[in-house]
């Protein structure tokens, strides 16, 4: 059984940098293929703001992509979301995912953390 | 980017009766790039139906979804107590993997 777990500062000022990691167990970041990162604003619904593949490429949602780093440390069997330049918008939820399937045949988000609140504020 | 709309926004029902829930993409999204996930208040999303039809592991039967190119349902054959939450679709096709906003199911 695969498990996710997200790790970060619960509260970041505005015009610095969010940083949350995700450890997972049961799995391997070295060798399954893709992980991503889902937030949600509070009261609204899911926004998916990229993936990581284990070979280190990313995906981004071009609405994030000039402020957004994933990140692998394989070592730690973890991986990481770097969120820059972050305003009052960037408060939600951030939940890490695995990518069950791959992405050429039935890509699902399988596994999921239980989320961690972000909120950005002086 | 494509863009799934989800209806009813909200659907109010009794326990025992069916959901049928819709999801449209604004371009065609293969069968096999398309997924249903419910969230609880206070939950991570979970995974039911992924590849349009087939159920994740530990799903109940009466969870099914159907559907191809822009249209797409998932049915709740018929609603149980648990089954009262919020219902997204995903599509997996093209980046960004973006999300329908989401349809709320509540107890009538």
């Known amino acids: 059984q695969v498990q996710l777990q997200e790790s970060g500062p619960g509260l970041v000022k505005p015009s610095g940098t969010l940083s949350l990691t995700c450890a997972v167990s049961?799995?391997?970041?070295?060798?399954?293929?893709?992980w991503t990162w889902v937030r949600q604003s509070p009261g609204k619904g899911l926004e998916w703001i990229g993936e990581?593949?284990?070979?280190?490429?990313?995906h981004y949602n071009p609405s994030l992509t000039s402020r957004v780093t994933m990140s692998l440390d394989k070592s730690k069997n973890q991986f990481s979301l770097r969120v820059t330049a972050v305003t009052a918008a960037d408060t939600a939820v951030y939940y890490c995912?695995?990518?069950?399937?791959?992405?050429?045949?039935?890509?699902?988000?399988?596994?999921w953390g239980q989320g961690t609140l972000v909120t950005v504020s002086s | 980017e494509t863009v799934l709309t989800q209806s009813p926004g909200t659907l109010s029902l009794s326990p025992g009766e069916r959901a049928t829930l819709s999801c449209r993409a604004s371009?065609?999204?293969?069968?096999?790039?398309l997924a249903w996930y419910q969230q609880r208040p206070g939950q991570a999303p979970r995974l039911l139906i992924y590849?349009?039809?087939s159920r994740a592991t530990g799903i109940p039967d009466r969870f099914s979804g159907s559907g191809s190119g822009t249209d797409f349902t998932l049915t709740i054959s018929r609603l149980e107590p648990e089954d009262f939450a919020l219902y997204y679709c995903?599509?997996?096709?093209?980046?960004?993997?973006?999300f329908g906003p989401g349809t709320k199911v509540e107890i009538k």
């Open positions: 995912a695995r990518v069950g399937g791959t992405t050429a045949f039935e890509p699902r988000l399988d596994y």
């Open positions: 049961g799995g391997s970041i070295s060798t399954d293929d893709w």
């Open positions: 990581i593949h284990h070979a280190g490429s990313t």
């Open positions: 371009q065609s999204v293969r069968s096999s790039f």
């Open positions: 590849g349009a039809s």
């Open positions: 995903q599509q997996y096709l093209s980046s960004p993997r973006t």
